[in-house]
């Protein structure tokens, strides 16, 4: 039997006879037309050399354009406004404006108008108050702080009148001061600190300790650490009076809860509020001419009856640590 050859090469015959391909045809690349002067068209010779620096696009003039710088002007260099009439009539746009700032401008006008033309700021103070609550929880820095110094003039010119002109504006006011104030920003939360110590001095103690309540349960820390340490100052302001009206008993069981908070901020303000009343308790009784055992011994009768054992043991420590 003959052996077939094992090389896989066709015989001559059959190979002649398979059809061929046809070559593809690549297309080609169109020719480079170059300037007689060089590479590029503006007559210039452009060279390829590795030594020299990459050419760079110019800037658009609008990159190129650096941003406004905001001045922070502290509240006692604030000149009194131009044709104040007309900028008040125009505050309550410019903080509603589209250009940052535009608000800046409206709200550096406010805080002109708050120290030295409050009568003309009291009639669209509300107005004004919600422009603030809004430019507030703009991100851009330099209107957050500058809303946040504008809260400070406006306590310092209308403490008397801010929570009564509007509920409402001085609630969502409120709640966004608490929210600066805790923030990790230490600018802002510095500022924001300034602006409530404005609010705790110069309004009415009693109706603020009421707004202030709510929030030394709100489940964020800070914001019922700050909560607490303006209430602190509000209690600080009171006489026992004041305090009775907004209740001896709710006072101390404020304060008992905030000594267990978990921030010292918020403890310590809490031994503020224990500190306060236990001196206007006592500053009453001692006019009233009591004796001091009878004064000693109300008070404890007043923390058996407001809290529980433990609390009030707690409030009586603090107590006679404040007298040692």
Known sequence: MALRALDNTLPAAVADQRPKKAAKLLPTAPAVTR??????????????????????????????????????????????????????????????????????????????????????????????????????????????????????????????????????????????????????????????????????????????????????????????????VAMAHCAARMDVETMKEFGLPALLQVAAELLNDRLPEAREAARSIVGSTHAAFFFKEAAEKAEPSGVAAAWESLCALSLSPISAQAVAKIVSQLQA
């Open 35 to 228: 300037s007689p002067t060089g590479s590029g068209g503006n007559g210039k010779k452009q060279r390829n050399d590795e030594n020299s620096a990459p050419q760079t696009k110019p800037a658009s003039p609008v990159a190129a354009a650096a941003e406004p710088a905001v001045e922070y002007v502290r509240s006692e260099d604030l000149q009194p406004v131009p044709a104040p009439k007309a900028r008040a009539a125009g505050l309550v746009a410019g903080l509603d404006s589209k250009d940052w700032v535009k608000v800046c401008e409206a709200l550096n006008d406010a805080r002109r108008l708050a120290i030295h033309h409050p009568a003309l700021l009291a009639p669209i103070l509300e107005k004004v108050v919600l422009g603030v609550v809004k430019t507030m929880k703009n991100p851009r820095s330099a209107v957050l702080k500058t809303s946040v110094m504008a809260c400070t003039d406006v306590f310092a010119a209308f403490g008397n009148l801010i929570s009564s002109a509007s509920a409402d504006a001085f609630d969502k006011l409120l709640l966004q001061l608490l929210l600066k104030a805790s923030q990790d920003k230490r600018f802002v939360c510095e500022e924001a600190e300034k602006a409530m110590r404005a609010m705790a001095t110069s309004m009415p103690p009693l109706p603020l300790l009421k707004k202030l309540r709510a929030y030394v349960h709100h489940a964020n820390l800070r914001v019922r650490a700050k909560a607490a």
